[in-house]
């Protein structure tokens, strides 16, 4: 059974950093591209930033690009988001996930697990 839990949510003032991480429990980890998704009140999930297995390759959302990096480290069975330069409009709960395969990508319907969100505030 795989599970998927979030950390590192907050309040953080605008500029800003801040660090998500997500345990991921199951096995074959390292086998698996994860990514990470937002959903702010109102508003559709959306694609935030994707990894390879192997951490080779990485998309992001424009929105975000350059400001936040993902990675991952496959013997702790972890992936992060570092988020610097926040900005009020990243608020949202962010979710990582699992997809079926090795390969990033950014097609929330080739996420097959999903963790429960942590919550992310910037204040301005």
């Known amino acids: 059974q795989v599970q998927l839990v979030e950390s590192g949510g907050g309040l953080v003032q605008a500029g800003g950093p801040l660090r998500l991480s997500c345990a991921a429990s199951?096995?074959?980890?390292?086998?698996?591209?994860m990514g990470w998704f937002r959903q702010a009140p109102g508003k559709e999930r959306e694609f935030v930033a994707a990894?390879?297995?192997?951490?080779?390759?990485?998309y992001y959302a424009d929105s975000v690009k350059g400001r936040f990096t993902i990675s991952r480290d496959n013997a702790k069975n972890t992936m992060y988001l570092q988020m610097n330069s926040l900005k009020p409009e990243d608020t949202a709960d962010y979710y990582c996930?699992?997809?079926?395969?090795?390969?990033?990508?950014?097609?929330?319907?080739?996420?097959?697990?999903w963790g429960q969100g942590t919550q992310v505030t910037v204040s301005s």
């Open positions: 199951g096995r074959f980890f390292s086998s698996y591209a």
């Open positions: 990894i390879s297995w192997n951490g080779f390759t990485t």
């Open positions: 996930a699992r997809t079926q395969g090795g390969a990033a990508t950014t097609i929330r319907a080739q996420y097959a697990y």
